[in-house]
């Protein structure tokens, strides 16, 4: 498949290429698709990621739009450099599920089972409808490029992008955003590991990072207060709990209904 994966960084982070690069293939090596790390004027050293170099580091969403202008394909598979596969790649799965939302003709397809997903049984794709919180997410996800530059804004920070392209611009066009549903995070085809916050080293991510013998090509980034590291923590089992309470509720009524 002629997707290309844009791994969208910057110069400030080229300390976190190698460990990226290194969990990336040694956990995906049979990926199909071409390989392109977004920077500014470095390139990292590997045969296999080629440059895609934007040049002076304006703002995220700007440098993100230039990088799209130079790749001619119809579809993107977009990545940050931050969260590097942590176990190995389900690629058959992988690639079943991006030849499904392109039969749908999905605008976008979040790959990891993230929030919000989607609510629904039986089926290996849901739409995330409009107004639903984060229904545009910077995580790793398929993109169809018209739609991804009708979200973009030049200007705008990652954050921004979430919040203003994901919540505005997003409900105001026709495009389908699909995610994955709640079910199959028990065995999801690809799993990340979350790093960097905020510039910060999250403390799941050191852990990780030591188990693989990588901590020290970030030696120089300081570590997430305990604060935040409790406050991503905490964020990330409220929205969980919150959408599988969802999720069982609309089982048991329609379950309830169907009795009835």
């Not at 690809?190 to 999250?202: A, E, N, T």
Request: with cysteine.
């Amino acid at each position: 498949m002629n997707i290309p994966i844009l791994v969208v960084s910057c110069d400030a982070y080229s300390d976190v290429w190698h460990p990226f690069f290194h969990c990336f293939f040694k956990n995906w090596q049979d990926c199909p698709f071409p390989i392109y790390l977004v920077s500014n004027t470095l390139t990292y050293p590997d045969s296999r990621v080629s440059p895609l170099l934007v040049g002076q580091d304006i703002d995220y969403s700007s440098n993100l739009i230039k990088a799209l202008s130079m790749i001619p394909q119809e579809w993107v598979i977009f990545w940050i450099d931050d969260r590097p596969p942590a176990k190995t790649v389900d690629t058959s799965r992988l690639i079943k599920l991006i030849e499904l939302a392109q039969a749908k003709d999905a605008g976008y397809l979040r790959l990891l089972p993230r929030n919000p997903p989607a609510l629904i049984d039986n089926e290996e794709i849901g739409e995330v409808p409009k107004g639903s919180r984060y229904r545009v997410s910077m995580t790793v996800a398929l993109w169809k490029k018209s739609t991804f530059l009708k979200v973009l804004k030049a200007g705008e920070s990652a954050w921004d992008l979430e919040k203003r392209g994901g919540v505005q611009r997003a409900n105001k066009i026709d495009d389908k955003f699909y995610s994955l549903p709640i079910s199959i995070r028990a065995n999801p085809p690809l799993v990340d590991v979350h790093i960097i916050s905020k510039g910060r080293l999250i403390r799941r991510g050191v852990e990780y990072l030591k188990k693989e013998g990588l901590i020290k090509y970030l030696e120089n980034r300081l570590v997430t207060s305990f604060a935040r590291n409790l406050y991503i923590e905490s964020y990330d089992i409220f929205w969980n709990f919150y959408y599988y309470l969802i999720w069982y509720k609309k089982k048991y009524m329609n379950k309830f209904t169907i009795n009835k």
